[in-house]
T-cell receptor
Framework: DAGVTQSPTHLIKTRGQQVTLRCSPKSGHDTVSWYQQALGQGPQFIFQYYEEEERQRGNFPDRFSGHQFPNYSSELNVNALLLGDSALYLC?????????????FGPGTRLTVL | RKEVEQDPGPFNVPEGATVAFNCTYSNSASQSFFWYRQDCRKEPKLLMSVYSSGNEDGRFTAQLNRASQYISLLIRDSKLSDSATYLCVVRGSSASKIIFGSGTRLSIRP
């Protein structure tokens, strides 16, 4: 049973570019959340997708957008990259959006913006 | 004030010691609480959920104090393998965003 997978593992971009990160949830999970983790900080919640819709959103600008596909996989898109967007981007899946459900994290995508 | 606050540490304790961390939260309507563990350059993994009555899992005990709005994690008989960053997670209802603390670093020395 595959856990949460993310691609790519690492990515280097320059300021102003756009990036797409991908996530496949754990088998049987239908809810996907995205987080940004800067060095030395805890993960910051970006947004959560359920039934192909954005359900919750953290304090991130509109440059951050996402999508969920019918097979529950998800993408995170970031436009007009800034140096400050350099971070580890984590995807987490859960059985449902219920608050007490455990989230399983993928290994993350490390994004470097030069 | 941050919504979820943790002492960043590092806590440096000898093997076999007992160590405790607290995590305070500002939203009194918070409903769900968790402790996650994150090893260096790895993803967070659930250590335990925190229930109102407190719960124990082997050497780990988690407690919730709603009146003072904090959760705690106690690790007994610490092992070298317990060295990691411990993240507390707080959430309101299912309609609320999920908030991580910035983590407490624990280092167990031989």
């Amino acid at each position: 049973d595959a856990g949460v997978t993310q691609s790519p593992t690492h990515l280097i971009k320059t300021r102003g570019q756009q990036v797409t990160l991908r996530c496949s949830p754990k088998s049987g999970h239908d809810t996907v959340s995205w987080y940004q983790q800067a060095l030395g900080q805890g993960p910051q919640f970006i947004f959560q997708y359920y039934e192909e819709e954005e359900r919750q959103r953290g304090n991130f600008p509109d440059r951050f957008s996402g999508h969920q596909f019918p097979n529950y996989s998800s993408e995170l898109n970031v436009n007009a990259l800034l140096l400050g967007d350099s971070a580890l981007y984590l995807c987490a899946s859960s059985l449902s959006p219920l608050a007490n459900n455990e989230q399983f994290f993928g290994p993350g995508t490390r994004l470097t913006v030069l | 004030r941050k919504e979820v606050e943790q002492d960043p540490g590092p806590f440096n304790v000898p093997e076999g010691a007992t160590v405790a961390f607290n995590c305070t939260y500002s939203n009194s309507a918070s409903q769900s609480f968790f402790w996650y563990r994150q090893d260096c350059r790895k993803e967070p993994k659930l250590l335990m959920s925190v229930y109102s009555s407190g719960n124990e899992d082997g050497r780990f005990t988690a407690q919730l104090n709603r009146a003072s709005q904090y959760i705690s994690l106690l690790i007994r008989d610490s092992k070298l393998s317990d060295s990691a960053t411990y993240l507390c997670v707080v959430r309101g209802s299912s309609a609320s965003k999920i908030i991580f603390g910035s983590g407490t670093r624990l280092s167990i020395r031989p």
